[in-house]
């Protein structure tokens, strides 16, 4: 039986409110008719909407679409119950009946839904002049008049001010977010690989992206099997070969891939073994039977352990799946005090202006409270912005996007702040690739803001903190196929995935909007050592978690007005624990 909590919860988790209770009613409908659980035509809907509306908003029209295009491609048989319930709802049916019920009639066997008048949204309204005047240090003058075109006649989008709200917190409670002391620590990469300046990217071959594929694959896999033959404490032997025809059971490893274009499910998964390096044959593939598996969960390009057996040479029937194979911890780090950091996460304006005013509101938040490290993640110039599509900006985008930069430095004169910039595929200005390299700047330079890669892997006071612009959340989320794991927090298995994989993006093939380049991939977008905070930021609900030993967090977007601010305290008894942080998820 479908819930109704278990299925807003679910859309909640996807970052989709559910505001009317027609749409949940029609949803619950659904579910019913074509039994679907909740989280299966959460996932249904996602990947339906993002593909037809570019947008995840529930709407009884878009419902409708995905029955008549996506649900009704299945051949179904209605249940006898529910027939006999159509039919005694039929059989009570008068000419005076309310027209809620005979719009649910119509709309349960496909008729169309009736038109009605929708009340007019309520826009916010402007905010006064005042609040404006005491921000003036925060970005100097406004960015609209000097930088683009405004229209006329367009009412503002951008909700008053009134305070905070905190949506989510764990650790200790902190009593000041003001910092203490001005200290200024040190901010600097990791020694692990980051993305050099002057990369080239999209110059692969086809054969040379396979080779690579291959020793990723080879690579991870059998650390896989070593570190699951050491837990098990058995002699049982691995093979490279998938193939492998066997009554007896064995261990191999391979990469999960679709059999046809879409989703996964249970008939489509298939592992992509990796050829051993002596072989010049092809690279072997099998269908992969997972219905032994009480639980599991798995997405396009996740690399597994697997041990089973394949007595027709057809089918490898799993017995056991392994996954967890997690990067090396770093040493504590080496506070001396308390550190606080704001992380916020772009697009830093609302999609109807570029007034950047959430940008305000953090930067004032900033000044008022002088934490010890700010860290900005991109996009800063999204590609995708109405305002930045359209020939109403005077400046280039490289000037606009350093205009910016000077208004965050402006607030920031004077204080403590370190400044951390982190670029995304998606600003307009930077190079359109995943990974990313760092920022370019032709203006002033300051010595308190620090230019980093996508992704990259900050060392402050030994502090090891993992950022990558890129939503690897939603594409996961988009891809991932799961049996019997909806007990499990869905943010929660998507984290796990990219600390299992070792990697900041092991979705594979990538999402269509993300430009991966596998040579800069192999080299730079996987974990040597696994941070002690990670941050991913997502159009997904924000998220605040602590798995395996590593506080994992999405800000969501600062144009949804949400950031995250950390407290991290100095180890005590020498062993680093979660205990240490303290983080909560603000909205504006």
């Known amino acids: 039986m479908v819930s109704d909590e278990a299925l807003r919860e679910h859309f909640d988790a996807m970052g989709c409110a559910v505001k009317e209770t027609a749409v949940l009613q029609k949803c619950m409908d659904l579910c019913d008719l074509y039994n679907l659980d909740e989280e299966t035509f959460v996932d249904k809907w996602i990947a339906f909407a993002l593909l037809r509306f570019k947008t995840i908003d529930l709407t009884l029209d878009g419902l409708g679409m995905m029955e008549r295009v996506e649900l009704k491609r299945v051949d179904r048989k209605v249940p006898e119950a529910r027939l006999e319930q159509d039919l005694s709802k039929l059989a009570v049916y008068s000419p005076h009946a309310t027209k809620d019920e005979g719009e649910n009639i119509l709309e349960m066997y496909g008729g169309k839904h009736l038109n009605t008048p929708k009340a007019k949204r309520l826009r916010s309204p402007e905010s006064e002049q005042g609040e404006q005047d005491s921000k003036v240090r925060a970005?100097?003058?406004?960015?609209?008049?000097?930088?683009y075109t405004l229209k006329t006649g367009t009412p503002s989008r951008r909700p008053v001010r009134v305070g905070?709200?905190?949506?989510?917190?764990?650790?200790?409670?902190?009593?000041?977010?003001?910092?203490?002391?001005?200290?200024?620590?040190?901010?600097?990469?990791?020694e692990d690989p980051h993305v050099p300046s002057n990369s080239m990217y999209m110059f692969e071959l086809i054969t040379r992206k396979g080779e690579i594929l291959t020793r990723v694959c080879w690579d991870v896999g059998q650390r896989l099997c070593g570190h699951w033959q050491k837990l098990k404490g058995d002699d049982m032997q691995s093979t490279w070969n998938v193939t492998l025809k066997s009554q007896m059971a064995f261990r191999t490893w391979g990469r999960i891939c679709?059999?046809?274009?879409?989703?996964?499910?249970?008939?489509?998964?298939?592992l992509e073994g990796a050829k051993s390096p002596n072989t010049v044959k092809g690279i072997p593939i099998i269908k992969l039977d997972l219905s032994s598996i009480p639980q599991y969960s798995v997405f396009r390009g996740q690399v597994v352990a697997v041990e089973g057996c394949n007595p027709t040479g057809n089918v490898l029937v799993a017995k056991e799946m392994f996954v967890e194979s997690f990067a090396p911890f770093p040493k504590s780090p080496y506070l001396k005090e308390n550190v606080t950091i704001f992380v916020a996460a772009g697009p830093f304006t609302m999609s109807g202006d570029l007034d950047y005013q959430p940008l305000t509101d953090l930067l004032q938040s900033v000044m008022e409270n002088e934490p010890n490290v700010l860290i900005l993640v991109g996009p800063f110039v999204d590609f995708s912005h109405p305002e930045i599509r359209s020939p109403s900006i005077t400046l280039t985008f490289q000037e606009f996007f350093e205009k910016i930069v000077g208004r965050i430095m402006d607030a920031v004169k004077g204080l403590c702040t370190q400044v951390v910039l982190?670029?995304?595929h998606r600003d307009a200005h930077h190079h359109p690739v995943y990974p990313t390299p760092e920022f370019a700047l032709f203006g002033p330079r300051y010595p308190n803001l620090h230019l980093m890669p996508d992704p990259s892997m900050l060392n402050i006071e030994g502090l090891i903190m993992g950022v990558t612009a890129v939503d690897v959340f939603m594409h996961l989320g988009r891809e991932e196929f799961s049996a019997n794991a909806s007990g499990i927090n869905?943010?929660?298995?998507?984290?796990?995935?990219?600390?299992?994989q070792k990697c900041f993006y092991p979705l594979n093939p990538p999402a269509l909007e993300v430009n991966l380049d596998t040579h800069l991939w192999e080299k730079y977008a996987f974990m040597y050592q696994q941070p002690h905070i990670l941050i991913l930021p997502s159009d997904m609900r924000y998220f605040c978690k602590c798995l395996n030993n590593s506080v994992v967090i999405n800000p969501e977007r600062l144009c949804k007005h949400t950031y995250a601010r950390l407290n991290v305290r100095p180890v005590s008894g020498g062993a680093w624990t979660t205990d240490n942080v303290s983080c909560e998820i603000i909205k504006i």
């Not at 917190?169 to 990791?190: D, N, R, Y």
């Not at 869905?490 to 299992?500: P, Q, V």
């Open 490 to 500: 869905k943010l929660n298995r998507l984290a796990t995935h990219i600390l299992d």
């Open 139 to 147: 970005i100097g003058e406004t960015l609209s008049p000097s930088t």
């Open 164 to 190: 905070t709200r905190i949506l989510v917190s764990i650790g200790q409670e902190v009593t000041s977010w003001k910092c203490g002391s001005a200290q200024k620590v040190e901010v600097q990469k990791t």
């Open 422 to 424: 982190i670029p995304s």
């Open 258 to 270: 679709c059999e046809r274009e879409g989703k996964l499910n249970v008939a489509s998964i298939l």
